[in-house]
């Protein structure tokens, strides 16, 4: 935790340039953005992923996606965008705090996120399913 940099920033040890904060949430704009307004936001305290977090402080973090997202749409017309959070190096985190990513799109911005898709795996379904039963 002591080299996160995302502590850094809550802690006024790093620049950012805040959106919004409150009590249990800090957001601000990424640093190296895939859109205008491209916003993170985080729980003032460190955990690492979704599979640390508590769901109150989850909670919390979702209620500030959301209230950004709807102040980019009353506030500047952005009406499509993505929200992305990544668990793990498989899964692409790379900073090691949880984070949502708040992503405006316009069309022809020339970014993309596209699957591979395995349609071979619907035959799998119900083997699937049966494993996540209790």
């Known amino acids: ?11 006024g040890e790093a620049a950012s340039w805040k959106v919004f904060e409150n009590e249990h949430v800090y957001a601000f704009l990424d640093i190296n953005p895939a ?12 955990y690492e992923n ?7 402080d989850l909670k919390e973090v979702m209620a ?13 017309g952005i009406e499509n965008l993505q929200i992305i959070n990544s668990n793990g ?9 949880i984070h949502y990513h708040i ?8 970014q993309s996120i ?8 619907r035959s799998d379904f119900d083997a699937m399913l049966k494993e996540l039963e209790d």
């Open 1 to 11: 935790m002591i080299d996160c940099i995302f502590c850094k920033i809550i802690k």
């Open 35 to 46: 859109s205008r307004y491209h916003t993170l936001v985080i729980p003032k305290d460190h």
């Open 50 to 56: 979704i599979f640390d977090i508590p769901e109150k």
């Open 64 to 76: 500030v996606v959301r209230k950004i997202s709807r102040q980019y749409k009353e506030k500047l």
């Open 89 to 97: 190096a498989e899964g692409q985190q790379d900073v090691f705090h």
């Open 103 to 110: 992503v405006p799109r316009r069309r022809g911005d020339g």
């Open 114 to 121: 596209r699957w591979t898709t395995y349609p071979e795996w």
